[in-house]
């Protein structure tokens, strides 16, 4: 009883910031005002979000030029593939480098028990500060004229075109959420109890085996976590693709801010939201089944 | 019932903070201000310009100085658009939108009318020429802008090149002077405006189509060339953050408002470098853009906004914006201080001809919804 009580201010916040506005985002997708300004029922803003009247040749992943096919898709699809082509490929990037930076960071973690770790504490920091600042911080290194390419001209090699395009934006991303890859798998990893390894070495396998069949499967919620926390955040940044890709990129990010800030068509813009906000519940969906099986399969249990 | 009490307590919250926005703590009036970036003086320093001297001082301190009884609270943006945006949620005082935009809330009925007796410098000083410029499709829509806006600052629209690597552009043939936008010999050394009517009309003007065209063909070709151009030249797409790729030789040419030309020039002079490295060049038929101080409807201090448009036409103040901000000043006593190059040369102050021969930015329904179409879809590739 006592317990309930304590939730209500939980309660009361998740409704006026979390529920509320998720209404209003749907209200708004369906409803516009006619030009006596009463509002009324509409579907217009999903028949924009795929309108096949302003088209634009689907490019994902470089495939139209591969394969040479041209194929025109409503511009919204194209802006929303575009930026699930850039959270992909991050994301993979991040587990690529985040997974073996988690693994030295546990096992420092674990050789020296209940010490804090000055390595974790390093890769932390850089948090402290402003995202926005560090990522203006990249601008300055990397630019056509910025230090590095100053530094490399120094040795006869360079200038290169490190910022503005694709590479840009993914460093920016790669960047700014590798510790939201690197977190949850370390804390995964600092808590496999050691005589598990120890048993598997007890039974002959050697260490790779050892870490495919007991400690990569044990990690596994973390990584999946580690995925949540930097793909969806990297499917929605606007942020970082208006700095780093030089003002060339719409992301649905962008496209959504554009839809309120300049066109000011709350309609679209908000249905825009809502189809965002439909792919990012189905990827969760998707990756807590995946986890559920995992699980199910009696590693965890 | 500990519900209402939170409730209450979030309305008086609420309540307190709209209030306040009006007085700040010691007794003095708010005047809100809200202005395109880096578009008044806001500093004290001494600006060495074509071989002349000048004071410059912080304009707002001056302001406050000069109306004690008023406390500037200014903001910046840079983007029309994103003006307008602002407009549903908050109250200013003062704003400074481009000639479309102003005909825009005019017809939106968003601005008041001036009191002109109340703006007796802006009576002496303004170039009268300015308020004979055709704003609107509809005249007498057109006529009506002088009773809402005052002309802050004016430029052109043209290209900017760096001679030491470009071969001059003698010619005002849109086609000729804008081709090197195009050309993917430039890949990544070319800068575009990240605004929608600068970028859509550029291209328009390549062409020589009209910058308010409807002939969804025209629309069209501008389109795939602004695509093209995103893919196979890959400009860098910004605001102020151009200025010092040009200075510094990151950016090789681009399109300009004519007053980001002189400023790019005074930072060269500034570094002791030649400032005749970054030319300009003003073709046929390109855009005149005239940028104009307005109150809103809904000013929360309109005798300020009024006083504050008077004082930006005090000589003194006039001159020192001109100079700090470089573009053409409307206000004819200002414009004698500024050095003889700069107001001989057509491109920063048309004469009769060339003004005729200049374009300026409409705005209607279509036109507005159509564009912005248009600028999705590049944008979106």
């Not at chain 1, 490399?152 to 090699?157: A, E, H, R, S």
């Not at chain 1, 700095?243 to 068509?265: C, H, K, P, T, W």
Request: glycine share 6%; with cysteine; aromatic share 12%.
């Amino acid at each position: 009883m006592r317990m309930r009580r304590l939730a209500y201010p939980y309660v009361l916040w998740m409704a006026v910031f979390t529920v509320a506005p998720l209404m209003l985002v749907a209200f708004y997708a369906l409803t516009a005002y006619d030009a006596d300004g009463r509002l009324f029922f509409t579907l217009q803003g999903f028949r924009n979000v795929f309108a096949t009247d302003n088209t634009v040749a689907f490019n994902l992943f470089g495939l139209a030029d591969l394969l040479g096919f041209n194929l025109q898709v409503p511009i919204y699809i194209n802006v929303l593939a575009k930026s699930l082509e850039i959270a992909l490929i991050s994301t993979v990037v991040c587990l690529l480098i985040g997974y073996p930076a988690a693994y030295i960071l546990a096992k420092r973690s674990r050789a020296r028990r209940g010490q804090s770790n000055f390595w974790l504490f390093l890769f932390i920091m850089p948090m402290w500060m402003n995202a926005l600042l560090r990522t203006y911080a990249w601008l300055a290194l990397l630019e056509p004229m910025g230090i590095v390419n100053t530094f490399l001209g120094y040795l006869g090699i360079g200038p290169f075109q490190f910022i503005y395009n694709d590479f840009g934006i993914g460093l920016g991303m790669v960047y700014n959420y590798l510790p939201f890859m690197v977190l949850p798998i370390h804390s995964v990893l600092v808590k496999i109890s050691p005589s598990l390894i120890e048993a598997a070495e007890d039974l002959g396998a050697d260490s790779t085996r050892t870490f495919l069949r007991v400690t990569f499967p044990l990690s596994l919620p973390g990584i999946l976590s580690g995925i949540n926390m930097v793909f969806m955040p990297a499917m929605t940044t606007f942020l970082i693709p208006d700095l780093l890709g030089g003002g060339r990129y719409l992301l649905i990010g962008n496209a959504i801010e554009r839809q309120f800030m300049v066109s000011r068509d709350m309609t679209t813009g908000s249905a825009l939201s809502i189809l965002l906000m439909i792919f990012v519940l189905a990827s969760m969906r998707i990756l807590t089944k995946y986890e559920q099986e995992s699980s199910e399969g009696g590693l965890l249990a | 019932m500990k519900k209402v009490v939170l409730i209450l307590l979030l309305l008086a919250v609420v309540v307190a903070a709209t209030l306040s926005g009006c007085r700040s703590g010691d007794g003095k009036t708010i005047l809100t201000v809200y202005n395109w970036g880096e578009y008044i003086s806001r500093e004290s320093d001494t600006i060495a310009w074509r071989g002349r001297e000048y004071e410059i001082k912080d304009v707002i301190a001056e302001f406050e100085a000069a109306y004690p009884q008023y406390k500037v609270n200014y903001q910046t943006y840079d983007d029309n658009e994103k003006m307008y945006a602002k407009l549903d949620t908050e109250s200013y005082d003062i704003l400074v939108p481009s000639d479309y935009m102003v005909v825009r809330l005019i017809k939106e009925g968003r601005l008041q009318e001036l009191d002109q007796s109340r703006l007796p410098n802006v009576k002496k000083y303004l170039d009268r020429r300015l308020d004979n410029l055709t704003y609107d499709s509809d005249q007498a829509l057109s006529d009506k802008v002088s009773n809402y806006a005052v002309p802050y600052m004016y430029c052109t629209v043209g290209l900017l090149y760096n001679q030491e690597e470009i071969t001059p552009i003698n010619a005002n043939d849109p086609t000729e002077v804008w081709d090197i936008l195009f050309d993917p010999a430039m890949d990544s050394r070319i800068g575009m405006y990240s605004s929608m009517r600068e970028s859509i009309g550029v291209a328009l003007n390549y062409f020589g189509y009209s910058l308010n065209t409807l002939d969804s063909g025209e629309l069209d070709q501008a389109k795939n060339l602004l695509i093209d151009q995103r893919k196979n030249v890959r400009p860098l797409v910004g605001i102020d953050e151009l200025k010092d790729k040009y200075v510094s030789g990151e950016l090789l040419a681009g399109v300009v408002w004519s007053g980001d030309h002189v400023v790019c020039q005074i930072r060269l002079e500034e570094a002791q470098e030649d400032p005749d490295k970054l030319q300009y060049v003003l073709p046929k038929g390109s855009n005149l853009s005239v940028d104009m101080l307005c109150v809103p409807q809904n000013a929360a201090n309109p005798d300020g906004a009024h006083d504050f448009i008077n004082f930006l036409y005090e000589p003194e103040i006039a001159l020192i914006n001109a100079v700090y901000v470089g573009y053409s000043t409307p206000h004819t006593e200002a414009l004698k201080g500024l050095p003889a190059e700069i107001i001989s040369n057509l491109s920063y102050y048309p004469d009769e001809e060339t003004m005729q021969s200049l374009e300026i930015y409409y705005s209607s329904e279509a036109i507005d919804s159509t564009y912005d179409r248009i600028w999705q879809a590049i944008l979106a590739n």
